[in-house]
């Protein structure tokens, strides 16, 4: 029997222990035995959240009325989990829209295990929606899983963010088969112009995070940064 008030405790104390990991993780005293019970307690809500079916999908939904990090978050751990696509696909779009709710989905996607994300990622990375494959890779990271040809396709995206977003993951995969596309992007001129929606800072971002990678490999590129 599904009890309303213990479920509705799930999601209460589930979106209150993520604010508090939130500002947990970030803090540079806090032990990461500590932060492992938090996970631990988290974890419990979402099986409590989980096994209560559409009851807590329903009251989980409702709490996006605000749209914080935290909710966004249980939701879409929950949506991954229970393989609801049509929570997923309003998720996203919540997501597209508001950079709090992004980081809620972010977050979520580095949560859940590589088995519930099978064939998410994957439709993520092909996506035509820039975002979209920006999301995917930063799950990849995340992960520790290298997406392979997609991400040599990646780091020259068309789209200025999604380049960056991909520069950051080969640098922490140790992908130093790019580093002469991430030498050809920093010898090339910047872009004089930027596809619509972009900036030239988002044009200069990228090139600064393909340095970045050089650097992390170990491949002397502070002159090349400096020069930008």
Do not use: K
Request: charged share 20%; proline share 4%.
């Amino acid at each position: 029997m599904i009890i309303d008030t213990v479920v509705r405790q799930h999601v209460e104390e589930c979106a209150a222990l993520r604010n508090v990991r939130g500002v947990l993780v970030r803090a540079p005293h806090v032990q990461l035995y500590r932060l492992r019970r938090l996970d631990e307690r988290i974890a419990g809500h979402l099986d409590g959240v989980a096994v209560s079916g559409d009851s807590g999908l329903a009251l989980l939904e409702a709490e996006l009325a605000e749209p914080t990090p935290a909710r966004v978050f249980a939701l879409t751990v929950c949506a991954l989990q229970g393989r609801q696509a049509d929570v997923l696909q309003r998720l996203m779009l919540l997501a597209a829209a508001l950079p709090q709710a992004e980081r809620g989905f972010v977050s979520a996607l580095g949560w859940v295990s590589s088995e519930a994300l099978q064939g998410v990622i994957r439709a993520l990375l092909v996506s035509t929606v820039p975002v979209h494959r920006g999301w995917a890779l930063a799950a990849c990271a995340m992960h520790g899983v290298d997406p392979g040809a997609a991400l040599a396709q990646a780091v020259q995206d068309a789209d200025a963010t999604v380049r960056s977003r991909a520069w950051r993951v080969a640098g922490q995969l140790g992908r130093r088969d790019l580093a002469g596309i991430a030498q050809l992007a920093l010898s090339s001129r910047p872009a004089t112009s930027v596809p619509e929606g972009a900036t030239q800072a988002d044009d200069l971002a990228g090139r600064q995070a393909a340095a970045w990678a050089l650097t992390l490999w170990g491949m002397g590129q502070s002159e090349s940064v400096r020069r930008m």
